[in-house]
C-alpha cells in the first residue's frame, strides 16, 4: 500500500488514461515468502495494467550469478549482513539483520527513536513501534535492538555478538557474496 498507491495514482493511471499499456516489472522471488510463492509470473490487475515477475522463479544464487555475468556488483547492503535491502531498515529484517543495522548504521537506529517519538505523541495509546508490539523483543526498536544481541530465545546477551559489536566485519554477508 505504502508503494503501490502512490506509483499507481501518480505514474500508471496517467498513462492508462493516455492509452498506454502499462506493464509493471517486479523483482520479486517466490523464495523470499509464503506470500511470494503463490505470486502469478504474470497478472492483469484490475486496474488495468499487468505485472510481470521475470525472477519469480530464481533462487538467489541465479540472482548473484546474473550480477557476476553481467558485471553489476550487488547493493552493497548485501555484504554487509542484509538479507533485505528495500527499506532500512526493513520492519522484516531478521534478528541478525537488525544487529548489523544497529552496528552499522546507528544514525538509522535513531531516525527511527525519532519516528517513534513523535508518532506517539499522535498515538491515543501514548506510543509507537516501527516493528510490531511483541512480548519477545518490546515496544519500540531500542528494545528491539537489546533483544538482536540475545541468543535463541531472547533472554542471554550472546557473547560473541557482545565481544563482536564494535569490531565491525568489512564483509557478512548472509548470501556468501564475501567468499
Partial sequence: MIKREPIFDQVYLPLIEEGYNVVSWQGVRAQESPARAKLAERELTPEGFEIYRPILKWDVEQVFEMHEKHGVEPNPLYKQGMGRVGCMPCINCSKQELFEISRRYPDE????????????????????????????????ILEWVEWSKTTFGGKQYDLVKAIEFDDIPACSSVYGLCE
Wanted: no cysteine; proline share 0%.
Fill in 109 to 140: 537506529i535513531q531516525r527511527v527513536v525519532e519516528w517513534e517519538r513523535i508518532v506517539s505523541q499522535a498515538s491515543k495509546r501514548g506510543a509507537a513501534s516501527f516493528f510490531k508490539h511483541d512480548e519477545v523483543a518490546g515496544n519500540g
